[in-house]
T-cell receptor
Framework: EPEVTQTPSHQVTQMGQEVILRCVPI?????FYWYRQILGQKVEFLVS????????KSEIFDDQFSVERPDGSNFTLKIRSTKLEDSAMYFC????????????FGQGTRLTVV | DQQVKQNSPSLSVQEGRISILNCDYT??????FLWYKKYPAEGPTFLIS?????DKNEDGRFTVFLNKSAKHLSLHIVPSQPGDSAVYFC?????????????FGKGTKLTVNP
């Protein structure tokens, strides 16, 4: 069964450093997403990406965040200068439909900012 | 701003009995609703969905009921099995064009006791 894969599974970084979280979405999907879940809180939408551009982003997704689909298979989330409050599980997801999406999620990357 | 609410953080049931997980929403623009199951250290896994034009959708042991007038949906699992023990997230999709973000509830941790 096709799946969304994320690397690394765990990333520890120092405050102020840049991190790149990587995702390989399901190959025939067209819509890509990043969500995050701070420990003990709900899963929150960060950004959606379609046709090589951002479709929608939340207020969490400020100038420190960027996304890229550099080679047609990978989908990356970059945090330019990490803050302690960026520590969370980051989930990549992809879907093939624009309406009534059934997004398939990766296993997540646990980001710890120290 | 809790547009999707799961008021029960946890639920415990006996194996073989029915599990009922509840979800309320506030945004009238939501027109597609999904349930995801999440095990520790894994990403959310899609379980079942329902469109706002329906009031019930069934898939094996899982049934989702939607009451639009009450802005309420529920997930029934019958019979419950120990392997169903997980966190269940209710999610809703706004009625917009293009890629659809998901708005998640905080989740309900279901424990099915043997």
């Amino acid at each position: 069964e096709p799946e969304v894969t994320q690397t690394p599974s765990h990333q520890v970084t120092q405050m102020g450093q840049e991190v790149i979280l990587r995702c390989v979405p399901i190959s025939n999907h067209l819509y890509f997403y990043w969500y995050r879940q701070i420990l003990g809180q709900k899963v929150e939408f960060l950004v959606s990406f379609y046709n090589n551009e951002i479709s929608e982003k939340s207020e969490i997704f400020d100038d420190q965040f960027s996304v890229e689909r550099p080679d047609g298979s990978n989908f990356t989330l970059k945090i330019r200068s990490t803050k302690l409050e960026d520590s969370a599980m980051y989930f990549c997801a992809s879907s093939g439909e624009p309406q009534g999406i059934e997004a398939f999620f990766g296993q997540g990357t646990r980001l710890t900012v120290v | 701003d809790q547009q999707v609410k799961q008021n029960s953080p946890s639920l415990s049931v006996q194996e073989g009995r029915i599990s009922i997980l509840n979800c309320d929403y506030t945004n009238s623009m939501f027109d597609y609703f999904l349930w995801y199951k999440k095990y520790p250290a894994e990403g959310p896994t899609f379980l079942i969905s329902i469109s706002s034009i329906k009031d019930k959708n069934e898939d094996g042991r899982f049934t989702v009921f939607l009451n639009k007038s009450a802005k309420h949906l529920s997930l029934h699992i019958v019979p419950s099995q120990p392997g169903d023990s997980a966190v269940y997230f209710c999610a809703a999709s706004p009625s917009q064009g293009g890629s659809e973000k998901l708005v998640f509830g905080k989740g309900t941790k279901l424990t099915v006791n043997p």
